[in-house]
């Protein structure tokens, strides 16, 4: 990998490709840190103090990974690309739901377009609904847990009126998201590999010094135990991303014209983690469902239905929890491989350019079989993403729910995405350095 880097800087075109992508990364990181108008920095800052210090483990804190730290602070680019990714996730589903989506889809490149635009506006739409939420809890204090009462983070005595206040930071923040997406196209334009993934690795690659810091100052032991367990992890999803199935398929010749066509043998890669991240993006987003459930009815409700809630589902260590998000996962991955893969319309596309499988006749059985494949390769990916993501739950629950433990930053969600990213962005920089430095036949 190291020495697929070195031979990208020694060529042109891919050495102005990485700087380019560096730099956005570095106005990426540098609207991550500017606070919005309207935000007492000073106030944020003594907030993060206070949370690190008793500990913080609810779904907050996976969404502040996602941003780079920028979520808690309030920051121009604290919603970070999740409306984004959000916005992505709906209009999947929404074309497999909507007919005239399924035909844009189908148009190609133009199609495709319309449906990025689609997108566009969604994820505008989302973030001013999240902006405000986020908003409305940090002037209530439940951004941080209610261990900030006594700091206000949205100061009311600016000269202005809070809804002012209120409706610049929210605009801000949306603006900011839109700054985030323009500059992930310009890195899957002018850049090297997809910008959006690449802005995200950005966001966790710059958390895990300062969450491992803290683990070291808390518990010199457990930290040398978490990097034991990260690197055991990162061999695994590196094993399991690139494994695949390969159907081998068989084109029949055909004559057009004067021209022999077909007579190739390729094959269809299905990958055992068909799903990739989004089953674990899924669970995350419903089981935060009962923490703001519990944030609206007050953490100190004596109601049975809230206690039950607080003391099972909100509290990552606890074996309900785990089980519950461990099962939603495995449910959502074979939810998600099924409306994006359609065997019989792979099937279709075989048989209308010739192509078979060996031993399958075309049409209905190939469609058959290609789902019996995929029914079967898609258990272990899905028990895969199920023992990854919960792997941290397991672990605050073995070290005793220990304050700076339970930031564990070596599994689940960060660790799959930024493996994933790493793999693909290596990848497409060794197919161009492949197409600039090919040795041909007549080479010595």
């Not at 999803?237 to 029949?252: D, G, K, N, S, T």
Request: net charge positive; hydrophobic share 45%.
């Amino acid at each position: 990998m190291l020495s697929a880097f070195f031979s990208a800087f020694k060529t042109p075109d891919l050495r102005k490709k990485i700087i380019f992508t560096l730099a956005m990364i570095a106005i990426y990181r540098l609207g991550a840190t500017l606070p919005s108008p309207g935000v007492s920095y000073g106030n944020v800052q003594k907030c993060l103090d206070q949370v690190q210090e008793n500990g913080s483990s609810d779904v907050l804190t996976l969404l502040n990974l996602f941003s780079g730290g920028a979520l808690l602070q309030l920051s121009v680019f604290a919603l970070g690309i999740m409306p984004y990714i959000t916005a992505s996730i709906i209009l999947q589903l929404l074309t497999v739901v909507i007919p005239r989506l399924e035909s844009l889809k189908k148009e190609g490149q133009s199609g495709q377009a319309k449906i990025t635009q689609y997108t566009r506006y969604l994820t505008l739409g989302l973030a001013v609904l999240q902006a405000s939420a986020f908003v409305a809890l940090a002037r209530s204090g439940q951004l941080f847990n209610n261990q900030c009462q006594d700091l206000p983070i949205i100061p009311e005595d600016t000269g202005l009126s809070i809804w002012l206040t209120v409706s610049i930071i929210v605009i801000t923040m949306t603006a900011g998201t839109g700054v985030i997406m323009w500059l992930g196209e310009m890195v899957t334009d002018r850049g090297v590999g997809n910008g959006m993934s690449v802005l995200i690795f950005s966001s966790i690659a710059a958390r895990l010094p300062y969450e491992g810091y803290q683990i070291y100052q808390s518990n010199k032991t457990g930290f040398f135990v978490a990097l034991g367990i990260g690197v055991t992890v990162i061999t695994a999803v590196v094993f399991i991303e690139q494994a695949q199935r390969r159907v081998p398929v068989q084109y029949a010749k055909r004559m057009i014209g004067r021209r022999m066509y077909g007579g190739t043998s390729t094959y269809i890669p299905l990958k055992v983690n068909q799903a990739g991240v989004i089953p674990v993006i899924f669970a995350s987003s419903l089981l935060y469902l009962p923490q703001l459930a519990v944030q609206l009815a007050g953490e100190n409700s004596t109601n049975a239905v809230v206690v039950f809630i607080q003391r099972y589902l909100v509290d990552q260590s606890n074996p309900v929890h785990i089980v519950t998000y461990f099962l939603m996962i495995v449910f959502f991955t074979y939810f998600y491989v099924g409306i994006t893969f359609n065997p019989t319309e792979v099937a279709d596309n075989m048989r209308k350019y010739g192509g078979f499988v060996h031993g399958i006749r075309p049409g209905k059985p190939t469609a058959e079989y290609l789902d019996f494949i995929l029914s079967r390769i898609t258990l272990p990916g899905a028990l895969y993403l199920g023992i990854i993501s919960v792997l941290p739950n397991l672990f605050i629950g073995l070290i005793g729910g220990n304050n700076a433990l339970q930031n564990f930053p070596f599994g689940g969600t960060a660790v799959l995405i930024m493996v994933g990213v790493g793999l693909e962005t290596v990848k497409q920089i060794e197919s161009q350095l492949m197409q600039r430095n090919y040795e041909g036949f007549l080479r010595k």
